[in-house]
């Protein structure tokens, strides 16, 4: 095991810093990292692969986990419409162009469906980098594609469980998908509100006694109890990771756990990104150089497509809307997620796995490339469009820009904070709390 780590950790290392000389996502170089170490390239394994696959499970895990904890019902509040509009646009859209490409390549209905899943979302990380190394984290896009992306990342994650239960039964059946999401819904609330309302309030209390290591502590075993609390409950564990992550973003040390998982996330991420490379063939990325050249054409017309108009009917400028559609023009580690989610179920096709993750890698390699021609091509379209639409783009610019400077000052209190000041201190909030304090202290005297 521990020569394990050192290969994945030594071949990874060398490999990022190629790719970081490079100027390309390190993402991609522990793919790369995965095809050098796995038994494809050189027909043999120099890695266990059932510890590998064990380690980047536990990294599906806290790559959720952190991404819940950037989750802020706050944030998301304020560029609601813009969100929900583009995220669910986006997402029908491809799922629809996924769905299709999966049909017209004889695929049958759940191998179509993943793929539609796969298809469906940007990845936040390479978006977030690529606007980092493009100087535009100021732009005012940037409010508006975060937010789409968490959405996009809560659609994921319930995408997930919905195709979870597709697949174990082998058939779609409208009535039962709908008992499953109204299931799910009722789940969630109960999870958000009893966490929400109980868990801030209990780290409030113990505030003073939590040094980095005991919060670390707590954090992960909070998040493996409610993994455990989803699966008990016949949902996925990335789930429970994600609703967990969501609730300490609540908190008043949210900020202080995101720093503090960064390390560990980084490391079994990386490791969940190798062991997708492993199963990668490089023979099978010839075979299907078509196929995988296609799907890449597919994700970068749809997602400019459907992007610049969930953007445009969610209130953004065509500048803006071009900006983001623009950036979100690859799939990254959901649909990675999904791919192996697909595997482990035993449904999925064994030629969508390399075609997928060779999209994602061509994708991901032009992306920063294809964001520096928004603006080109927003200059183009608009000297180019009819008098009347030129005149709907010049409205919505000052529409836009009216609202920002008409934006009022302040903090406003986020809904987590108004639903906690409205309940925390009721009868039997107050005293759980209290009576969770009171063990605790008496536990601790009868040590000493």
Not at 18 to 37: E, M
Not at 76 to 100: D, E, N, P, Q
Request: glycine share 8%; net charge neutral.
């Amino acid at each position: 095991m521990v020569q394990d780590l050192y290969i994945l950790m030594i071949t990874a290392a060398v490999v990022s810093i190629v790719f970081k000389l490079l100027k390309q996502p390190v993402v991609l170089g522990y793919i790369v990292a995965g095809v050098l170490v796995g038994p494809h390239l050189f027909g043999e394994t120099f890695v266990n692969a059932d510890n590998v696959k064990a380690w980047g499970d536990i990294g599906v895990l806290f790559v959720l986990f952190c991404i819940g904890l950037e989750f802020r019902l706050k944030n998301l509040i304020s560029s609601g419409k813009v969100a929900a509009i583009g995220a669910l646009t986006i997402i029908g859209g491809m799922m629809l162009f996924g769905y299709l490409v999966g049909k017209d390549a004889d695929f049958d209905m759940v191998n179509s469906l993943f793929l539609a899943g796969m298809l469906c979302m940007s990845s936040t990380t390479i978006v977030m980098k690529a606007i980092d190394e493009a100087g535009l984290r100021k732009e005012r896009f940037v409010k508006g594609a975060t937010s789409i992306l968490i959405v996009e990342d809560v659609v994921a994650v319930v995408l997930m469980v919905l195709l979870s239960s597709i697949a174990i039964r082998h058939q779609f059946e409208g009535a039962e998908l709908v008992s499953k999401v109204i299931d799910l819904a009722i789940t969630l609330a109960a999870w958000f509100i009893c966490g929400i309302l109980i868990i801030p309030t209990l780290i409030r209390k113990v505030k003073k006694h939590l040094n980095d290591e005991t919060l670390i502590i707590l954090s992960l075993g909070l998040c493996l109890g409610m993994v455990l609390t989803a699966e008990e409950a016949g949902f996925s564990s990335a789930l429970g990771a994600f609703v967990m992550g969501s609730i300490l973003a609540e908190t008043v040390e949210a900020h202080r756990i995101e720093k503090l998982m960064t390390p560990l996330k980084n490391v079994f991420a990386a490791i969940f990104f190798i062991s997708v490379g492993m199963l990668i063939n490089p023979s099978s990325l010839t075979q299907y150089w078509v196929s995988i050249l296609w799907v890449s054409l597919v994700i970068i017309v749809g997602m400019i497509l459907f992007g610049t108009l969930g953007c445009w009917w969610g209130g953004q400028t065509m500048r803006d809307s071009m900006l983001t559609s623009f950036s979100f023009v690859q799939i990254g580690e959901f649909s990675f997620i999904i791919a192996s989610l697909g595997t482990g179920l035993g449904v999925l096709n064994p030629i969508i796995y390399p075609i997928i993750v060779a999209s994602s890698v061509v994708t991901t390699f032009l992306t920063p490339y294809i964001m520096k021609a928004a603006v080109p091509c927003y200059t183009f379209l608009y000297n180019h469009v009819s008098a009347s639409m030129r005149a709907k783009i010049d409205q919505r610019e000052r529409q836009v820009a009216e609202a920002e400077t008409a934006k009022p000052s302040g903090d406003k209190s986020s809904l987590a904070d108004n639903v906690r000041h409205a309940v925390r201190n009721t009868f039997i909030t107050k005293h759980l709390v209290n009576l969770f304090i009171k063990n605790m202290s008496a536990h601790e005297e009868e040590k000493n």
